[in-house]
């Protein structure tokens, strides 16, 4: 799903194969080639955002359906509602790609990342996977049919994305 024509890359993992670490890297190369970079992250788990006595946090607990927040530097929004990943991607028209941790079943192209301590077994399949990322490539060479790369390989992995992403 690309609603906002422009790429949308998913990394799907089980916890604690290294998804975050991997996007933090991706992130900082890809910026070094100028590319405006939004990501989107989807926690099963509940999350707290704002602290307890702030005036966003007050604002919300008086029952604000959405709170915004902007300074010189940053801006923030928070609602008291769920939004859909394809609202979310929708508002990130600024960016040159976009890229999303997490939604394992969501139709979009997406990267598998593996490792020992997560387990190697592939948290996704079929047309929408377009590589692997792991700590351990021999498990894969000869198996897939798509690019493998060494998690620690962020210079070649944003090869790729620039590649096949951001020509």
């Known amino acids: 799903m690309n609603t906002v024509m422009r790429p949308v890359l998913g990394f799907s993992g089980y916890s604690g194969s290294g998804k975050t670490t991997l996007i ?45 927040i902007s300074s010189g530097e940053k801006s923030a929004r928070i609602s008291s509602f769920p939004r859909t990943m394809e609202e979310m991607i929708s508002e990130c028209s600024y960016a040159d790609i976009i890229l999303i941790e997490g939604y ?12 020992e301590k997560s387990g ?12 692997v990322v792991t700590d351990d490539v021999s498990r894969y060479e000869g198996r ?17 994305i620039r590649e096949r992403y951001l020509r």
């Open 24 to 68: 933090e890297k991706l992130i900082k190369g890809l910026k070094a080639f100028g590319y405006r970079v939004a990501v989107i992250k989807h926690d099963v788990h509940d999350f707290e955002m704002d602290k307890e006595g702030k005036d966003t946090f007050r604002f919300s607990e008086a029952g604000a359906d959405e709170v915004f």
């Open 104 to 115: 394992k079943y969501a139709d979009i192209k997406k990267i598998a990342v593996t490792s």
């Open 120 to 131: 190697y077994e592939l948290p996704c399949s079929g047309d929408s996977l377009e590589a």
């Open 144 to 160: 897939v049919s798509i690019p493998v790369f060494y998690r620690n390989d962020a210079e070649k992995i944003i090869g790729f």
